[in-house]
């Protein structure tokens, strides 16, 4: 059955270092989202993707966080360099956006949960 | 104030009764409105969504929303334990066109 999937489940990284997440969203869907969730600040839109493009990342640290989708399967998330205050869950989600409500439904994937010691 | 607002519970019901969650929202313009159930340590499962004013039933689920005093509800008719879990609420704004979560309210479904 079609779903979200990302890869790595789990990271576990010093600081410093480099982390890429990766997202395979549902095929056909149009619309990527990336979010972080943690404890204290819940579930938090860091940016997202239409037809490829991005539309906002007004969320995401620009220093360190880049987000691209280079192709129609495939949406990245970097952090460089990381930072322990990175440590969260991060989702991507997708959707079949096209301007109706009902395209709203976002679809989440299993989530990376990353640890920067 | 916070655009999507939950009670962060935890909200404790006995096996069979009626579970009652609550968002209420700041931005006038929303347009569509959505239930997530997360089970902890898994990802937001999509389980009801709402765009009239009214309610709008699925199995054992009834979303209630109300513009007019900007209030949104979930109900969850004969509570099982396995509803148990963390509900988080998500509006749609009418400016942002993206989703805003609510902190989520835990439910425990006591057997």
């Known amino acids: 059955d079609a779903r979200v999937t990302q890869t790595p489940r789990h990271k576990v990284t010093e600081m410093g270092q480099e982390v890429t997440m990766r997202c395979q969203p549902i095929?056909?869907?149009?619309?990527v989202f990336w979010y972080r969730q943690t404890m204290m600040q819940g579930l938090e839109l860091l940016a997202y993707?239409?037809?490829?493009?991005?539309?906002?990342d007004s969320g995401m640290p620009k220093d360190r966080f880049s987000a691209e989708m280079p192709d129609a399967t495939l949406a990245t998330l970097k952090i460089q360099p990381s930072e322990p205050r990175d440590s969260a869950v991060y989702f991507c989600?997708?959707?079949?956006?096209?301007?109706?409500?009902?395209?709203?439904?976002?679809?989440f994937g299993p989530g990376t949960r990353l640890t920067v010691t | 104030q916070k655009e999507v607002e939950q009670n962060s519970g935890p909200l404790s019901v006995p096996e069979g009764a009626i579970a009652s969650l609550n968002c209420t929202y700041s931005?006038?313009?929303?347009?569509?409105f959505f239930w997530y159930r997360q089970y902890s340590g898994k990802s937001p499962e999509l389980i009801m969504f709402?765009?009239?004013?009214g309610d709008k039933e699925d199995g054992r689920f009834t979303a209630q929303l109300n513009k007019a005093s900007q209030y949104v509800s979930l109900l969850i008719r004969d509570s099982q334990p396995s509803d148990s879990a963390t509900y988080l609420c998500?509006?749609?704004?009418?400016?942002?066109?993206?989703?805003?979560f609510g902190s989520g309210t835990q439910l425990t479904v006591l057997p």
């Open positions: 989600a997708s959707g079949d956006l096209r301007g109706l409500q009902s395209a709203y439904e976002q679809y």
């Open positions: 095929l056909g869907h149009n619309t």
């Open positions: 993707f239409r037809n490829r493009a991005p539309l906002d």
């Open positions: 931005d006038r313009g929303s347009q569509s």
């Open positions: 709402i765009y009239s004013n």
């Open positions: 998500a509006v749609l704004s009418g400016s942002a066109r993206q989703l805003t």
